[in-house]
């Protein structure tokens, strides 16, 4: 409710009217939602309230397989429009993304589409950031190692840190004794080569 009184009275009506449009199409006809915001132009304003929208709606239907990766797709449509700047709020969107990766409550659908979307994020502004790779591959490191994290998280943060790169697996994975000498790792790593590549 306050989102949407500051979206009232930041913006203009015809603004405010998109917006509102948008998120009601999200959930009836996401392909066109998804469209428009992959094409539309005059839109950059929105923005900050599409990442703040969606971030939310995450946090609280994240088990919804649909919805989220309806929610992961705006995202991604958010990046591909080329009308957009969508650089500055790179921290507001990235941890969503990652969530979706190797949270404990996501899909497996919803952590491959996320991945992908992490992998785009990795290979359009890593050159550009120098400290965004770096940070993206310590966080997927980080649940990997930590066995208190769900089976299904650490899979899907070393199917994430695959799609990166084969040398992120090998500088951080394969050329650590402590990893590589267990063979699940091994396995899990070969298993998502032959299913994945």
């Not at 999200?26 to 915001?37: G, H, Q």
């Not at 267990?182 to 032959?194: F, P």
Request: with cysteine; charged share 25%; glycine share 2%.
């Amino acid at each position: 409710m306050i989102l949407k009184k500051q979206v009232k009275h930041r913006l203009t009506k015809e603004l405010n009217m998109y917006y509102e449009k948008i998120l009601q199409v999200m959930e009836s006809d996401p392909d066109v939602a998804l469209n428009c915001l992959e094409n539309e132009t005059g839109i950059q304003q929105l923005v900050p309230y599409f990442i703040h929208h969606f971030n939310a709606e995450l946090k609280n239907k994240i088990t919804d397989e649909e919805y989220t990766k309806t929610i992961c797709l705006m995202y991604y449509s958010l990046f591909n429009n080329k009308f957009l700047f969508i650089d500055p709020y790179l921290h507001e969107m990235i941890p969503s993304v990652i969530t979706c990766v190797i949270g404990k409550s996501p899909t497996r659908e919803v952590r491959l589409l996320a991945s992908d979307i992490v992998k785009y994020i990795y290979d359009t502004y890593g050159y550009t950031y120098h400290t965004l790779a770096p940070r993206i591959i310590n966080t997927l490191l980080s649940v990997y190692k930590d066995d208190s994290k769900t089976e299904e998280s650490q899979w899907a943060a070393l199917y994430c840190l695959s799609k990166l790169s084969n040398e992120v697996i090998e500088n951080n994975i394969l050329s650590n004794p402590c990893l590589s000498s267990k063979e699940s790792v091994i396995d899990l790593y070969n298993k998502i080569q032959r299913e994945f590549k």
